[in-house]
């Protein structure tokens, strides 16, 4: 698992790529899941709103969060002074190691003062846990720590990681979990999806029953209020803050939001967005531990906020990836993690927003080194715009694609034939007349090289540099008549006096 969430540098995406598109059933999975939900968002949105009022939904979102972001410092301490006065206890971490440091202090202290000898502990599923490494941290320490979210239960006991921000076994089918369950349970086999979710039920009842710890993340957090939002569909949250004693709660600094009155757009894109739902089924507000005289909650709430090189990204101009909600829309709109799935980007955030923010957060300290450890990464794209099209908060990902490969050349991170093609390119480009028959040289090439059904020509096999290209789809040949001529014939149709007028 470590493996795929943190790659041995020097990271290289291609060799896990080529095996993702080797595999037929992840190419079926991955695929089929992605188109569905993609169709669903658009079809839902289409639905409830029409296309003004979502666009107009959209621009309330982004300038609402781009405006909490302007703001965080002022929103952070109104947060952590409303959320102690519920009683919650609120932490700060710098970075994944001192978040993980604080879980292992809190469950150190409450084995101390209740006598605990062997820490259990329930997790419902979180993104930022993931990217810090927080189970790998709690099961090195002792503490047994199990993922309670379906998918996320179901890749824990297979070592697997998530491959997908909101579906994270997404990489899988039912018969996996049938498999698994059989192996790990010794439940009997069944792919149905109903008995598939009671046999996990039933093992888990007995989990939340006995845990000491509950973790979490949060999706939003509501300054004026100082309260924390949880959108889930399984229900895990709900019983992983109600059963045990203690409740640790992680939150990346940028889920602030002004206040409840802000909620409701974020509310109305999150599920729509992620799944196709109007709503999550569950929407949780968290505000403190239990009170005097409630019968369910935690005694103690703990909230960690995690920086992890959110505060570089702040001072950056790429402050707008912050917005992001991690609805997953991004993934399931783009051909590339449709094609090589969310464990070909080797990190926790796959897809378009984990190809730029991923290089972004592990730029550390002298802010340098992030994307000289992900150079694939900017490259995994077809600057196509479906992320951007998809995105409820309007994060401009190819915009930041295209930086990032600016700075791989001005850093000398990008190969040097790219580098080379190019140089030769913007030659010729300056150069009209050599440009137009070089163009039509290579037409003339790779008709000779291609193949032709009347409709359509393609290659098949392409020589040199552009064999790699062929050796998992074809390569489209340009049509016939090139697009300079089109565009004069065209405009002259354009222009032409209408006939009755001519005559
Ligand atoms: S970048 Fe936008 S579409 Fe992608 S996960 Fe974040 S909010 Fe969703």
Redesign the pocket.
Known sequence: MNELIAPTLPYDMMPRARAAIADVHLQQFVGRATHLKDEQRKSVFGADFGHDDYELLRSVAATTKQQALDQLDVLLEQFIERAQAHGSIVHAAVDAAQACAIALSIAAQHEAKYAVKATRCVKSKSMLTEEIGLVDALTRAGIETVETDLGEFILQIDNDAPSH?VTPMIHKDRAAAARSFVRVLGSRYTEDPEELTAIARAHMRGLYRHAHIGVSGANFLLAEEGTAVICTNEGNFDLSVGGPPVHIMFVGIEKLLRGARDLAPFLKLLAR??TGQPLTVYTSFVNGPRRAGESNGPKELHIVLVDAGRTGILGSSKRE?L?????????N?CPVYRKVGGHSYGSVYS???GAVLTPELNRGAARAEGLANYPDLPRASSLCGA?LE????K?D?PKFLLHARAELRTRTLSPASESRALRLWRWLAQRPMLFRLAIRASRLHARMLGQNDGRHAWISNAPGPAAGWTQSRDLGIASAQPFRAWFVQHAAERDAPPKEAAR
């Open positions: 921000i967005s992620g990836l917005r992001c909600i991690r609805c997953g829309a991004c993934l709109a897809g378009p927003i992320c998809a995105c409820p908060v994060i990902i």
